[in-house]
């Protein structure tokens, strides 16, 4: 039976315990504040980086992980393994999907399968887990790849960001040009469609952007469903925790975790930016 490695980037945020637990590689991509460039998690941590983002002048820049980084990293697991699995964010957002396959296609030692998951944060994450399962149970890289388009019928993710200018500035707003100025007032609910972030409904206040979130996840999931759901927080955890204790209680089926936007989200998003995604597991 071959072995799979998964890799995924940094920004599905999943906590190292787990990436250890569960065999999971991961591949940083990069704030910039200025003149230096850090890896996320490598070089900076998530509380530096706010309060950093509070201090500074000139707000960051992130960028995507090199080919190099890929290669290696490729190479590290080859002496290893037989297959890779790569499960990166969004290819709508970053350039990081079309490094990884990059990479691969200079590194032909063994198969990699890159996997664009369309989101990010931790419902990526949920992704890079189920990957890592099936590869613990001995699955292939083709096998992991059709389950993981399977899932993406199951999954589901809805934000906010307190202040939408980050995400205008950094140029990944998309579908609201014709609305911008009125947009950067108010708290729309986002989403990813066709690989990009769009408004999904226009809301005044985060109390009803919030609302709309949770009546999307109720009118999907069932109580007794099995699934796994995050509660994603910029540099909040004082309004993640209460949700999620709310539907640990109405959902006791399922895996209900709390989680953060990191350094390179973060600078997309800004302090403040809360949202909910989900994945069906049965
Ligand atoms: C890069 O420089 O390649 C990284 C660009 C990252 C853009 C992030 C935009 C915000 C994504 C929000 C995801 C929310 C998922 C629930």
């Not at 999954?155 to 911008?180: E, K, P, V």
Request: with cysteine; aromatic share 10%; hydrophobic share 40%.
């Amino acid at each position: 039976m071959g072995k799979t490695a998964v890799i995924t980037d940094s920004t599905s945020y999943i906590p190292e315990e787990t990436r250890k637990q569960y065999n999971i590689t991961m591949v940083p991509l990069n704030v910039i504040f200025g003149e230096e460039t850090f890896k996320e998690e490598w070089d900076i941590t998530f509380e530096d980086f706010y309060y950093k983002m509070k201090h500074t002048e000139k707000l960051p820049t992130t960028s995507q992980p090199s080919i190099g980084l890929f290669e290696e990293t490729y190479r590290e697991l080859g002496a290893e393994y037989d297959e890779i699995v790569v499960v990166t964010l969004s290819s709508g957002i970053s350039g990081t999907f079309q490094t990884a396959i990059a990479a691969a296609n200079m590194f032909e030692e063994l198969p990699v399968h890159v996997f664009d998951s369309e989101v990010s944060c931790m419902i990526q994450g949920f992704y890079a887990l189920e990957a890592a399962k099936l590869a613990n149970e001995g699955k292939d890289g083709r096998a992991i790849m059709a389950r993981l388009e399977e899932l993406k019928e199951k999954t589901s993710a809805y934000f906010m960001a307190d202040d939408l200018n980050h995400l205008h500035r950094g140029g990944r707003l998309n579908g609201a040009q014709l609305f911008i100025g009125s947009m950067l007032k108010v708290k729309p609910v986002l989403h990813f469609e066709d690989k990009k972030i769009v408004p999904y409904e226009k809301v005044r206040t985060e109390r009803k952007a919030l609302a709309k979130i949770r009546s999307l996840l109720d009118s999907d999931l069932t109580q007794e469903e099995s699934a796994s759901i995050a509660v994603i927080h910029g540099n909040c955890l004082d309004k993640a925790e209460p949700i999620a204790d709310e539907l640990r209680g109405q959902y006791p089926n399922a895996d209900v975790y709390i989680s953060h936007f990191g350094p390179v989200i973060g600078t997309h998003l800004g302090p403040g930016a809360l949202g909910i995604g989900w994945m069906h597991l049965d």
